[in-house]
């Protein structure tokens, strides 16, 4: 089957953004630059939960007929679920809205099956000159009890590297539901720790949350620590691989394709 063509179609990347870290909407706008210098759409832009331009601002900029929304978070949970088909008023993969257009409303980029070879090389790094056999990677994700599907594309990935046989053992855990990142070292069984945050961006969360609750200086991250007789390593997050601009055109092609 031949790309679709959407030299006539706006793109609009949404991403959580934060308050508190001007870094944690600097992978998706970065994505939506490099996407928008390819010439694939008509019209690139994106908006942020809790940045400007807001969800609402950033459709309502654009005005191309035909407008496909790729939603840049990890799971398809409590945001892609709840709050943005709320804000933006989709009625589901295919929304024709008040003035006529039709909002194309796409899988999130966490979705994606490339993620668990992004998280295996992200494991490798943290991971190097560690015994793998000997090593428990753990792979870090928000979790809410707001919704059940938020945690659900992080256990799933723990699934998956655990089956590939890599590493000694493999979980998933969670900052607002259990596993608790911070039973960490009840959770892993042996004595070398890998941690990789499922996450867009080193933001708030994952740049400054996380590392405290493995007993990690959010300022010394990087590094290796020795904490109560197991070395523990954490890495960076996923989103600002460069891999993500063709995963959102993708993720775009394959919602024009079901709409055929």
Not at 202 to 215: M, V, Y
Not at 235 to 246: I, K, Q, T, V, Y
Request: some cysteine.
């Amino acid at each position: 089957m031949n790309p679709p063509d959407f030299s006539s179609c706006a793109l609009v990347l949404l991403g959580h953004g934060s308050t508190k870290n001007p870094d944690s909407g600097a992978p998706t706008r970065r994505h939506a630059e490099t996407i928008r210098q390819r010439g694939v759409f008509s019209e690139v832009t994106c908006g942020f939960w809790k940045e400007t331009p807001s969800l609402r601002d950033a459709l309502e900029a654009t005005r191309s007929r035909r407008v496909f929304v790729v939603p840049n978070f990890i799971s398809d949970g409590y945001f892609t679920r709840d709050v943005i088909p709320r804000v933006l008023e989709l009625d589901g993969p295919l929304t024709r809205w008040h003035d006529g257009r039709m909002i194309h409303y796409c899988h999130p980029t966490g979705s994606h099956p490339l993620m668990t070879d992004l998280l295996i090389q992200r494991a490798s790094e943290a991971a190097a000159d560690f015994p793998l056999p000997e090593t428990t990677l753990l792979i870090a994700g928000h979790g809410t009890p707001r919704s059940k599907h938020s945690a659900v594309a992080i256990r799933e990935q723990a699934e998956k590297i655990g089956a590939r046989g890599i590493y000694g053992q493999v979980e998933a855990v969670f900052m607002e539901e259990p596993p608790l990142i911070g039973d960490w070292e009840r959770i892993a069984h042996w004595p070398h720790v890998a941690v990789v945050p499922f996450f867009i961006a080193d933001g708030f969360h994952s740049a400054w949350e996380i590392p405290p609750l493995l007993g990690i200086p959010a300022e010394k991250r990087a590094t290796t620590h020795h904490i109560r007789g197991k070395w523990i390593r954490y890495a960076g997050s996923l989103g600002s691989e460069p891999c993500f601009a063709d995963i959102i055109i993708e993720l775009a092609a394959q919602s024009a394709s079901q709409s055929l």
